[in-house]
């Protein structure tokens, strides 16, 4: 009888433990909070029980109850009536009140004809996960010959075997018996012959122990966790004793001169005395449970010291900062590491995210939790302040950090790049200083650098200065060159269809060779040979050397190259839009319109240069487009003079 032992002291460190007062495990500080363990109490106590089948409903009936009378000389059976209601009646209710010895009460199913007519099932729900320490049943009838425990861990949906109990295991569960002392596995189910005795004839019990230290020892054993998890217990009677064979065993026991069973006054209606070998009278197979007892902790995984009824629903009454029912989760904004049961060893509470105040959400990163060597693991969400990062420690773009610590509100400052003498918005994130286009100084962009002037264009807002130096000699001097235009063009600002059309070509290019002045001299002093590749075509005239990523040599008159703007830079993009030269081209022949040799184009005197930006693209191809259904039509004619 170790099994109904170990149920009794169980039994008694529960009335110790429910008296006392909850220990209070969150601590102040996070070295302060040590494991929360909730006492074991009597969860069968008050929870509504669901039968099969209940004596006396929908209509009474007569049975016959054994019962030991040593004045008749042995047991008899008495014959009593199960009514619906009242004194006679045996609901299901009875199974989970008060126990009074000195009035007893119990639930009762219906009369059988045979041993195994049917099976009768009692089902528990206990409203949340609890973690099963014991499980203890007292008859009030005979003890079932083969009985088996079920739980459920989602409320009823699914059912696994807990426990089995039968006088012949291999017979009815096809599994050899086993005690729990011999448990090798935390999830075997096993099959016990203990409680299976037709003795005594009433109020033998049936204890079981999920494990064999009544749950205690569970931290860092997921797999016992599991097993002592339930949320539903169902008890299925599958077979009766027979209470002939009891009768004999008592004739036949050593003890046959005691009372079994027979503490208490049992309330019954008047019952009549029938003698033994009476075949009329009422079937006594059936099954009746006075008591049914299961100790539970709520499960808390170690993070509550005691459950609470909130809105009819029991919950957890979490510490550590998780959340959750059974404390299962971080509570919001505590995700820094992992969500892990507490041991006695380490409460492991949820730490708050770092967001250097400037967020208030948060969620847990196992892959940043690694890359930092498994001490933090948060990743912030919308990081106010102009902030950015895991943490909200970074500036972002337009932003850099001032001399104010990362947690001050106003840690990040703009960098206010000037939108004309800038690259972008952004800046340097320490220095603050911008990214400014060429000939443009200061650190927000504002001013043209030594020997750029200040031109009126927004893609070249700092263009060279142009002075030239002149030597004081004897010799007369050349007349000097006509004046270049005070300011580049800004064509696509102001672009028609019209003037598309009044172009030659239109490319995109991307400069692979600028010559030197030296060079150019040497060559031809009229022209400058530019050399590059075309990116796109958007209008070539009738020229067919211009090819699409093929090299070109674009050649530009000296006067058209001093005053060009922008000036021209090695590897970068521009649109080049002209007209093909009509003239000499000095010892080469004169060339009509649209005429190129290897791959050469010369510009004439309706030509514009600009440096290529992403929105020219669908504007060009709008135009293009025009252009050519215009021509199919006879229009699109013009020509520059």
Same mark, same amino acid.
């Given at each position: &009888?170790?099994?109904?032992?170990?149920?009794?002291?169980?039994? =008694?460190?529960?009335?110790?433990?429910?008296?006392?007062?909850?220990?209070?495990?969150?601590?102040?500080?996070?070295?302060?909070?040590?494991?929360?363990?909730?006492?074991?109490?009597?969860?069968?106590?008050?929870?509504?029980?669901?039968?099969?089948?209940?004596?006396?409903?929908?209509?009474?009936?007569?049975?016959?109850?054994?019962?030991?009378?040593?004045?008749?000389?042995?047991?008899?059976?008495?014959?009593?009536?199960? /009514?619906?209601?009242? +004194?006679?009646?045996?609901?299901?209710?009875?199974?989970?009140?008060?126990?009074?010895?000195?009035?007893?009460?119990?639930?009762?199913?219906?009369?059988?004809?045979?041993?195994?007519?049917?099976?009768?099932?009692?089902?528990?729900?206990?409203?949340?996960?609890?973690?099963?320490?014991?499980?203890?049943?007292?008859?009030?009838?005979?003890?079932?010959?083969?009985? =088996?425990?079920?739980?459920?861990?989602?409320?009823?949906?699914?059912?696994?075997?807990?426990?089995?109990?039968?006088?012949?295991?291999?017979?009815?569960?096809?599994?050899?018996?086993?005690?729990?002392?011999?448990?090798?596995?935390?999830?075997?189910?096993?099959?016990?012959? $203990?409680?299976?005795?037709?003795?005594?004839?009433?109020?033998?019990?049936?204890?079981?122990?999920?494990?064999?230290?009544?749950?205690?020892?569970?931290?860092?054993?997921?797999?016992? $966790?599991?097993?002592?998890?339930?949320?539903?217990?169902?008890?299925?009677?599958?077979?009766?004793?027979?209470?002939?064979?009891?009768?004999?065993? *008592?004739?036949?026991?050593?003890?046959?001169?005691?009372?079994?069973?027979?503490?208490?006054?049992?309330? +019954?209606?008047?019952?009549?005395?029938?003698?033994?070998?009476?075949?009329?009278?009422?079937?006594?197979?059936?099954?009746?449970?006075?008591?049914?007892?299961?100790?539970?902790?709520?499960?808390?995984?170690?993070?509550?010291?005691?459950?609470?009824?909130?809105?009819?629903?029991?919950?957890?009454?979490?510490?550590?900062?998780? =959340?959750?029912?059974?404390?299962?989760?971080?509570?919001?904004?505590?995700?820094?590491?992992?969500?892990?049961?507490?041991?006695?060893?380490?409460?492991?509470?949820?730490?708050?995210?770092?967001?250097?105040?400037?967020?208030?959400?948060?969620?847990?990163?196992?892959?940043?939790?690694?890359?930092?060597?498994?001490?933090?693991?948060?990743?912030?969400?919308?990081?106010?302040?102009?902030?950015?990062?895991?943490?909200?420690?970074?500036?972002?773009?337009?932003?850099?950090?001032?001399?104010?610590?990362?947690?001050?509100?106003?840690?990040?400052?703009?960098?206010?790049?000037?939108?004309?003498?800038?690259?972008?918005?952004?800046?340097?994130?320490?220095?603050?200083?911008?990214?400014?286009?060429?000939?443009?100084?200061?650190?927000?962009?504002?001013?043209? =650098?030594?020997?750029?002037?200040?031109?009126?264009?927004?893609?070249?807002?700092?263009?060279?200065?142009?002075?030239?130096?002149?030597?004081?000699?004897?010799?007369?001097?050349?007349?000097?060159?006509?004046?270049?235009?005070?300011?580049?063009?800004?064509?696509?600002?102001?672009?028609?269809?019209?003037?598309?059309?009044?172009?030659?070509?239109?490319?995109?290019?991307? %400069?692979?060779?600028?010559?030197?002045?030296?060079?150019?001299?040497?060559?031809?002093?009229?022209?400058?040979?530019? %050399?590059?590749?075309?990116?796109?075509?958007?209008? +070539?005239?009738?020229?067919?050397?211009?090819?699409?990523?093929?090299?070109?040599?674009? *050649? &530009?008159?000296?006067?058209?190259?001093?005053?060009?703007?922008?000036?021209?830079?090695?590897? /970068?993009?521009?649109?080049?839009?002209?007209?093909?030269?009509?003239?000499?081209?000095?010892?080469?022949?004169?060339?009509?319109?649209?005429?190129?040799?290897?791959?050469?184009?010369?510009?004439?005197?309706?030509?514009?240069?600009?440096?290529?930006?992403?929105?020219?693209? +669908?504007?060009?191809?709008?135009?293009?487009?025009?252009?050519?259904?215009?021509?199919?039509?006879?229009?699109?004619?013009?020509?520059?003079?």
């Amino acid at each position: &009888m170790w099994l109904l032992h170990s149920c009794v002291v169980v039994m =008694a460190i529960l009335v110790s433990t429910t008296s006392a007062i909850v220990s209070n495990c969150g601590g102040s500080s996070l070295a302060d909070m040590t494991k929360c363990k909730p006492p074991v109490e009597n969860v069968a106590f008050g929870k509504p029980v669901r039968s099969s089948e209940t004596c006396g409903v929908p209509e009474d009936e007569e049975y016959a109850r054994w019962t030991d009378d040593e004045s008749q000389g042995g047991p008899i059976r008495e014959v009593e009536t199960c /009514r619906s209601s009242g +004194r006679n009646s045996h609901p299901v209710t009875y199974l989970t009140d008060v126990d009074d010895q000195n009035n007893r009460t119990y639930w009762q199913s219906k009369t059988m004809m045979r041993l195994d007519e049917r099976e009768v099932t009692l089902t528990m729900s206990f409203g949340k996960e609890y973690e099963i320490s014991y499980v203890y049943v007292n008859f009030n009838s005979i003890r079932p010959r083969a009985m =088996a425990i079920y739980k459920s861990q989602d409320n009823g949906r699914s059912w696994i075997p807990y426990q089995y109990f039968s006088a012949d295991c291999l017979h009815h569960f096809n599994i050899p018996p086993k005690e729990a002392e011999l448990r090798v596995l935390d999830n075997e189910v096993l099959c016990s012959e $203990q409680y299976s005795s037709p003795l005594p004839l009433t109020g033998g019990s049936v204890a079981f122990n999920p494990t064999t230290n009544g749950g205690d020892e569970l931290d860092n054993k997921f797999v016992r $966790q599991e097993w002592v998890t339930a949320t539903d217990l169902k008890f299925k009677l599958i077979s009766l004793n027979n209470p002939v064979m009891a009768e004999q065993q *008592m004739h036949l026991s050593t003890t046959s001169g005691t009372k079994h069973g027979r503490g208490g006054n049992w309330r +019954r209606s008047t019952p009549r005395k029938v003698p033994r070998n009476n075949v009329s009278v009422p079937s006594a197979f059936y099954y009746a449970v006075n008591d049914i007892e299961i100790g539970a902790r709520c499960k808390c995984n170690g993070h509550a010291s005691r459950c609470v009824k909130k809105n009819d629903q029991i919950k957890c009454e979490c510490q550590h900062n998780t =959340a959750g029912d059974n404390c299962e989760k971080c509570r919001s904004y505590y995700h820094d590491r992992p969500w892990q049961r507490a041991t006695a060893e380490n409460a492991n509470p949820c730490i708050i995210c770092n967001c250097n105040g400037h967020s208030n959400r948060c969620r847990y990163s196992p892959e940043t939790f690694l890359k930092n060597g498994r001490n933090t693991g948060s990743v912030c969400h919308k990081c106010r302040h102009h902030t950015t990062g895991n943490n909200c420690q970074y500036c972002k773009d337009g932003f850099f950090r001032s001399n104010r610590n990362i947690t001050h509100p106003r840690a990040c400052r703009p960098c206010k790049c000037h939108r004309v003498g800038s690259v972008g918005t952004t800046c340097n994130p320490t220095t603050g200083e911008c990214l400014c286009k060429t000939g443009v100084t200061g650190r927000r962009c504002t001013r043209c =650098a030594k020997g750029f002037r200040q031109t009126r264009s927004s893609v070249e807002p700092c263009g060279p200065s142009g002075s030239q130096p002149t030597s004081v000699t004897s010799t007369p001097t050349a007349p000097p060159p006509p004046p270049c235009r005070n300011s580049c063009k800004r064509e696509m600002l102001k672009m028609t269809s019209s003037k598309f059309c009044s172009y030659h070509f239109v490319i995109k290019i991307e %400069v692979q060779k600028r010559p030197t002045p030296a060079a150019n001299q040497a060559r031809d002093n009229r022209w400058v040979k530019v %050399v590059g590749k075309v990116e796109h075509i958007f209008k +070539r005239g009738k020229s067919r050397s211009v090819k699409r990523s093929a090299p070109i040599q674009l *050649m &530009m008159r000296r006067q058209q190259w001093n005053c060009i703007c922008p000036k021209i830079r090695h590897n /970068r993009h521009y649109l080049v839009m002209g007209s093909y030269y009509h003239g000499s081209l000095g010892s080469t022949p004169s060339a009509a319109a649209g005429q190129i040799s290897k791959q050469q184009v010369y510009a004439g005197s309706n030509f514009v240069v600009m440096t290529w930006q992403d929105a020219f693209k +669908r504007k060009l191809r709008k135009f293009a487009s025009k252009a050519k259904k215009a021509k199919k039509m006879g229009g699109c004619s013009k020509k520059s003079k």
